[in-house]
């Protein structure tokens, strides 16, 4: 069965700190590896990666994938309270779902 | 970011009615999904839909639901006989070029 393992399942930092994210897979037919900011409802986009030790950054964001050990890291460096979210990390399996994993709750205190 | 809207926002329903959930692309895609996210878990996939049939249903795609492109540009999901385990938000995504699939902002959906 696919699955996907997010840790931690809930992070509380203060402002300007570092985070990373870890996301594990096993996911059949696996083409790419998602990830998600949640706010209050729906999932936004952030990533998506598909090769293995190539870094994707967008400003203070950053991820990358290890497909050897079926892995990918989300970075937030110099974090603000705007990044106070669920973020969710999603394997697409053969381009016909998205397998989620349970997310991680990170919470930015001024 | 492709622009994705989702009607209602929020439907109050009782047991056993059917609902119709509508999600509306702005502009021409191939490939729909719906999921679900019951509160407080995980983001569940429930079906997708390709060149106007089913190509992939989870087991939660019981004979209950159904999935229909009526006009070629609403997709809607179809619950027959609500429960209340169908409480949860639900959320048409679509994809674009080749794996990123982008989310509407959700149908709250409470079953009394």
């Known amino acids: 069965e696919d699955k996907v393992v997010q840790s931690p399942l809930s992070l509380v930092v203060h402002e300007g700190d570092t985070v990373t994210l870890n996301c594990s897979y096993e996911?059949?037919?696996?083409?790419?590896l998602l990830w998600y900011k949640q706010e209050k409802k729906a999932p936004t986009f952030l990533f998506m990666l598909t090769s293995s030790g190539i870094e994707k950054k967008s400003g203070r964001l950053s991820s990358i994938l290890d497909k050897k050990e079926l892995f990918s890291i989300l970075n937030i460096t110099a974090t603000q309270t705007g990044d106070s979210a669920v973020y969710l990390c999603?394997?697409?399996?053969?381009?016909?779902?998205?397998?989620f994993g349970q997310g991680t709750r990170l919470t930015i205190n001024p | 970011e492709p622009e994705v809207t989702q009607t209602p926002s929020h439907q109050v329903t009782q047991m056993g009615q059917e609902v119709i959930l509508r999600c509306v692309p702005i502009s021409n895609h191939l490939y729909f999904y719906w999921y679900r996210q019951i509160l407080g878990q995980k983001v569940e996939f429930l079906v997708s839909?390709?060149?106007?049939?089913?190509?992939?249903k989870s087991e939660i795609f019981d004979d209950q639901f159904s999935v229909e492109r009526p006009d070629g540009s609403n997709f809607t999901l179809k619950i027959r006989s609500t429960k209340l385990e169908d409480s949860a938000m639900y959320f048409c995504?679509?994809?674009?070029?080749?794996?990123?699939?982008?989310f509407g902002p959700g149908t709250r959906l409470t079953v009394l």
């Open positions: 995504a679509i994809k674009v070029g080749t794996d990123t699939q982008y």
């Open positions: 999603a394997g697409d399996e053969g381009a016909q779902k998205l397998v």
């Open positions: 996911v059949t037919n696996f083409r790419s």
């Open positions: 839909f390709y060149n106007n049939e089913i190509s992939e």
